[in-house]
């Protein structure tokens, strides 16, 4: 198959049997984690900042593309879901773990710049959408996925996805791509 996936990290395996475990299934696709995967790898020294780390899945798969000399902000509010993640990445020097509210570090990050954002919660998503996308550096991207329906959407929630992708393509500070890969995806990039 073309859109198989090669060369899955080992951890993501044991990062989702642990979380399995607390009952969290919502991590990202493994084509998505692919493509997160080699987006990183595409920003030697790049400066990568995540929403909704979960357990750890797409972190994982980020700094598997990651060199060495790139960085990873990862900030999720839940800290039983931290915990697995700091348990099996937390030994990375390249990785900061946050655990907080992703509105709330969007304000504490306000003065940042980020090569790649990887938007996998509410905020920078479906609220706070602006103070995500000023924190993308020129030529940087915002990434984002869960564009196509999803059987497990609450009742609302694809008059909220039309808009994000309608404000998206509106929008002449960045370029975008919607992708029918994985739970659908879109690549924007800033001018
Ligand atoms: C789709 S899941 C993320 C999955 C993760 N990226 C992975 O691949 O394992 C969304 C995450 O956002 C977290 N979350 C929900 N509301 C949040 C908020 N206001 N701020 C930060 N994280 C939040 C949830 O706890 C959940 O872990």
């Known amino acids: 198959m073309i859109d198989d996936v090669a060369a899955v990290p080992p951890v993501i395996n044991r990062i989702a049997t642990r979380a399995a475990e607390i009952g969290f299934d919502a991590s990202c696709d493994p084509r998505t984690g692919s493509m997160l995967r080699t987006l990183a790898a595409n920003r030697p020294g790049g400066r990568l900042l995540e929403l909704g780390t979960g357990p750890g899945v797409s972190t994982a798969w980020l700094l598997d593309g990651m060199d060495s000399t790139a960085t990873l902000t990862s900030v999720e509010l839940e800290t039983p879901l931290v915990e697995i993640a700091r348990e099996f990445l937390g030994d990375d020097h390249r990785l900061t773990l946050i655990n907080a509210d992703g509105s709330d570090a969007l304000r504490d990050l306000a003065t940042s710049q980020f090569d790649l954002l990887f938007a ?28 196509l329906p999803q059987p497990n959407w609450p009742a609302g929630h694809g008059e909220k996805v039309d808009a994000l992708l309608e404000n998206l393509r509106n929008r002449s500070d960045f370029v975008i791509t919607p992708m029918n890969w994985a739970s659908g995806l879109v690549i924007a990039a800033r001018r």
Not at 134 to 144: M, Q, R, T, W
């Open 120 to 147: 996998d919660t509410w905020p920078g998503k479906y609220w706070d959408l602006e103070e995500a996308l000023a924190l993308v550096a020129p030529g940087g991207l915002y990434v984002i996925d869960d564009m």
